[in-house]
């Protein structure tokens, strides 16, 4: 069995993950690399929806019989955790979505209705990068189809990194908002934030993060990073799908107007107008996503009780093998870094002249799960002029020997295809 310095127990760890035990395919043990898609899920996570759905299930907030309080306290008590997992200075910038997906669509569509000195319309302009997630692009496509604000990008070198050549070119003093992907979900790339920031800053430009990456994998710091919105997601980070969540400045957070209205996130109602509770309710409209946070809550518990730093240890020594193995298959290219410096536990590449997606295929007959396909990131495939990408993405319970299973895999592509 390969050792590699820095690995996490991983035979101590996978035992809290039931499915990858799982038998597919004439008793093949599967072999989960699509860690960037959704990650599996601890028995402690699965533990606390089952016993929240088992022992205090209600509706949360207004109720005042125990089990309402019960609920209440969980929930609340998941925004907690949250908030101590990303430093957040505050509770209240904590907002529960339903995905970062809807975390960025809240930011676009506040910019879209606030008024100034906030406000994105014709005479201002929006920054995003060609490495983005579509969640990422389209948001802000519509908000600049709705205001008549102009949007650019940052372009792409050839080895995977944003093109910061003309950084000054690209955030003027007409920018009103930089959104971009700290950690890439195709390339890998994890991008340079300060640099960016620091230029966002000098023209007054708000800074929207998606950390949909970067949570599950590495210490996230919203105070270290100096953003003003930070966005992720709960089913990458061994939490259930449902729930994502929006951070934060406070005071913008106070300035800037709801994007769905309905009950809990008013103060008072009448005939002619409402008055909006403070924020976090502010902007979680109707019932949220009661289980769900308190599932995320329960995975923010269990990577905490790991460690994030170990974490990125492990993914960081798992990556640099897998790098160093399929840069020796045949015909294959890695498509952005090269090497595991500055990229995360994701790895996306080509094999000659098969697709993408019968190479999937025959993967998937040998047990070996990875993403094909365009990744919600298409721009990025037409830059570098492929039709689409095989990416194999790993996390805390991936193993050295899940990497030469895939090797051996590819090997096995290339002689089916001759």
Not at 135 to 161: C, M
Not at 206 to 220: E, R
Request: aromatic share 6%; charged share 20%.
């Amino acid at each position: 069995m390969t050792q590699l310095p820095g690995l996490l127990d991983t035979e101590a760890i996978r035992k809290d993950f039931p499915l990858l035990d799982r038998v597919v395919h004439d008793g093949k043990k599967i072999v989960y690399l699509d860690n960037a898609a959704t990650s599996q899920k601890p028995r402690q996570v699965l533990d606390a929806l089952n016993a929240y759905y088992e022992r205090y299930n209600a509706n949360v907030h207004r109720g005042v019989h125990v089990l309402a309080e019960e609920a209440t306290a969980l929930y609340e008590g998941a925004r907690d955790k949250v908030a101590a997992f990303i430093n957040a200075p505050s509770r209240d910038e904590v907002i529960f979505t339903k995905n970062a997906s809807e975390s960025l669509n809240l930011v676009a569509n506040m910019l879209g209705w606030a008024d100034e000195p906030y406000r994105v319309d014709r005479e201002t302009e929006i920054v995003i990068s060609e490495m983005e997630h579509h969640s990422n692009i389209v948001p802000w496509q519509l908000l600049s189809q709705r205001t008549g604000a102009k949007l650019k990008w940052f372009g792409l070198t050839d080895d995977g990194r944003l093109d910061l050549s003309n950084i000054d070119e690209i955030i003027t003093e007409k920018t009103k908002i930089v959104s971009f992907t700290l950690v890439s979900n195709l390339l890998g790339t994890v991008n340079p934030v300060e640099t960016i920031i620091r230029r966002a800053q000098e023209v007054g430009a708000l800074v929207c993060i998606d950390a949909s990456q970067a949570a599950p994998h590495m210490v996230l710091d919203v105070q270290a990073l100096q953003a003003d919105f930070v966005a992720f997601t709960g089913h990458k980070m061994c939490g259930p799908t449902g729930i994502g969540v929006l951070w934060g400045r406070q005071e913008l957070l106070e300035d800037l107007p709801p994007f769905l209205g309905g009950g809990e996130m008013i103060e008072t109602v009448s005939m002619h107008s409402s008055t909006y509770a403070p924020a976090p309710h502010k902007f979680e409209a109707g019932t949220p996503p009661i289980a769900q946070a308190v599932g995320l809550g329960a995975a923010v518990d269990y990577l905490s009780s790991i460690g994030m730093e170990n974490i990125a240890a492990h993914e960081h020594a798992i990556t640099e093998y897998a790098v160093q193995r399929l840069l020796e298959v045949p015909d294959l290219r890695i498509i952005g870094p090269s090497t595991a410096e500055d990229r995360g536990a994701t790895i996306s590449f080509t094999l000659g002249d098969i697709h993408p997606h019968d190479v999937g295929q025959v993967l998937d007959e040998q047990g070996i799960a990875v993403r094909v396909g365009h990744h919600c990131a298409r721009p990025v495939c037409l830059r570098y002029g492929i039709p689409a990408t095989t990416r194999a993405s790993f996390y805390l319970y991936s193993t050295p020997g899940e990497v030469d299973a895939l090797v051996e895999g590819l090997e096995h592509v290339r002689n089916f295809f001759g």
